[in-house]
């Protein structure tokens, strides 16, 4: 296998353009920012306005009394939440199975889409991309029903097991193997709408290095090596700075449809506590508190991914 040689891969006379001002981006693209107008309307009425909500996290919360009748505790449920093995748990269970998805769910979506890029007949390509991407478009609610059904002790994948005398795998109900079930299924339902942009990726590489690859010798592995994967590494690294901003997203739909009393230790995900602790059971201002928690960090996250995405990407929203 011979290397490439760098003048393969130069490209004359690239150089960086000029960063243009805010207000120049703005008059550049001002349909644009128009036709966020709407959806920046509905942010405000909805995400906006009931932030005074955020109040109950700081009381002792009774709905016959109103915020305002709720006596003043301060930080006391913050204090319970980061002093309880419950909240360390669901923090813990919250990283472990979003930064899970995050890493593995880019992997199967690069691996795919290279595979798919490599692809002779069109048609066979568009199949194979329909046909994955189909399952982003459903709801967890029908997924999750199916994969119960498959990998229940009595299900399709258990029942050839227990006919030969093997024991069934846990999949639902075993502590160790719940949270990498969470992440294979969110795997399972995502990498093949996840592989559309590294497709679009794929497709801004210059045949022309393909080609001058080919004739200085390079086999189909030396070219994947040395052009594909360097050519959309920009892309790679801008996915995994803005995945860092939903790292507290672990998939509500996925665990609730998903969860059981018996992987609570390792299931349980900050959306789940809330919506169980909060909602079901009524304890109002705990589960404000876990939830502004996790709003707090999210944002700084958020931050801190668009930071990360201009800084080494080049990407910029504003």
């Not at 003043?72 to 269970?93: A, M, P, T």
């Not at 899970?100 to 798919?116: P, Q, S």
């Not at 010798?217 to 901003?245: E, V, W």
Request: glycine share 8%.
């Amino acid at each position: 296998m011979s290397k490439i040689s760098a003048a393969t891969l130069a490209l004359p006379g690239n150089r960086a353009p000029a960063r243009r001002s805010l207000a120049q981006r703005v008059k550049a693209a001002w349909p644009l920012y128009l036709m966020l107008l709407p959806s920046l309307a509905l942010m405000i009425v909805f995400r906006v306005l009931p932030l005074w909500g955020v109040s109950i996290a700081f009381v002792d919360y009774y709905p016959l009394k109103g915020l305002a009748g709720s006596p003043f505790v301060g930080f006391k449920h913050f204090e319970v939440l980061f002093n309880s093995r419950e909240g360390f748990e669901i923090i813990r269970n919250t990283l472990v199975i979003a930064v899970g998805k995050l890493i593995a769910g880019d992997i199967a979506g690069i691996a795919f889409a290279l595979l798919v890029f490599q692809l002779a007949n069109p048609l066979f390509k568009r199949i194979a991309q329909v046909t994955t991407a189909i399952p982003h478009f459903m709801s967890w609610v029908i997924i999750g029903g199916i994969f119960i059904d498959l990998l229940s002790s009595r299900g399709l994948v258990n029942a050839p097991l227990q006919a030969v005398g093997l024991p069934a795998i846990p999949f639902l109900r075993d502590q160790t193997l719940f949270p990498i079930t969470l992440i294979l299924t969110d795997v399972w339902k995502e990498f093949g709408f996840g592989s559309v942009i590294y497709l679009a990726a794929l497709t801004t590489i210059l045949p022309e290095l393909y080609e001058a690859a080919a004739v200085d010798g390079a086999g189909r592995l030396s070219r994947l090596i040395h052009i594909t994967i360097p050519g959309i590494m920009p892309t790679i690294i801008l996915m995994l700075c803005l995945g860092l901003g939903r790292v507290l997203d672990a998939g509500f739909e996925q665990v609730l449809t998903l969860l059981n009393p018996l992987v609570y230790a390792t299931g349980d995900i900050i959306d789940t506590y809330v919506y169980r602790v909060g909602l079901l059971q009524g304890n109002f201002s705990i589960g404000t508190a876990v939830g502004l928690f996790k709003s707090v960090v999210s944002f700084i996250l958020i931050l801190l991914s668009y930071w990360l995405a201009d800084r080494y990407a080049g990407y910029r929203i504003f």
